[in-house]
């Protein structure tokens, strides 16, 4: 009953739209409604600013951080993992926007935090560069659900198989991202200090 009930909290740790909360806190409006529609810092970033979008990103983290957390505090690092893949299930389909979330890239990143902080630096880096240099995130995002898992696996094979897990679920997501890329028609980022 105690792994059932981490991996419930964990998904509802996940599910809080931080997102939304932050966007209406500041007079946004419902992020739903405006840029393209997601719930993740990107779009937070096209209607906020950088600084509101990296707050947002921090505290997504943050809710797969602690769902790790209490994994491994109940089961260990693996079952922590799993744990943290339950967090990013909840924020890609949160209950209390009837499961329409975000892509869950902010999430992973706090799961590979909580897991494994030399991972997070490679995995971070990465990003950077391929989004900075292209001026992509999804295509950094892209490259991370490569790097992640192969990354996982050299820890051990079960928390490998719970990145690798996360990973095609965040790629999933990322379906109409990589339609775009491919057609040339994906919208490259735009940093806004504030708006």
């Not at 809080?16 to 409006?29: S, V």
């Not at 991972?119 to 992640?148: D, K, P, R």
Request: a positive charge; one cysteine or more.
């Amino acid at each position: 009953m105690l792994y059932i009930f981490g991996i419930i909290l964990g998904y509802l740790m996940g599910s809080i739209p931080m997102g939304i909360l932050m966007t209406r806190l500041t007079g946004r409006g419902d992020l739903r409604k405006v840029g393209s529609g997601n719930i993740g810092a990107t779009n937070v970033m096209r209607v906020g600013g950088l600084r509101l979008a990296g707050l947002v990103w921090l505290l997504d983290m943050a809710k797969a951080i602690l769902a790790v957390l209490l994994g491994c505090a109940i089961g260990g690092d693996t079952f922590g993992a799993w744990c943290g893949f339950a967090a990013v299930v909840g924020h890609c389909f949160p209950l209390w926007l009837k499961f329409h979330g975000g892509k869950g890239v902010s999430c992973l990143f706090g799961v590979v935090l909580a897991l494994n902080p030399m991972m997070f630096v490679i995995c971070g880096t990465e990003w950077l560069i391929v989004a900075l240099s292209l001026g992509y995130s999804s295509l950094g995002a892209l490259t991370v659900f490569v790097v992640a898992p192969l990354l996982g696996f050299v820890i051990g094979w079960r928390i490998g198989l719970a990145i690798l897990g996360i990973c095609l679920l965040c790629l999933w997501r990322h379906t109409e991202n990589i339609g775009r890329l491919v057609g040339g028609t994906e919208s490259q980022i735009k940093w806004k200090w504030k708006k």
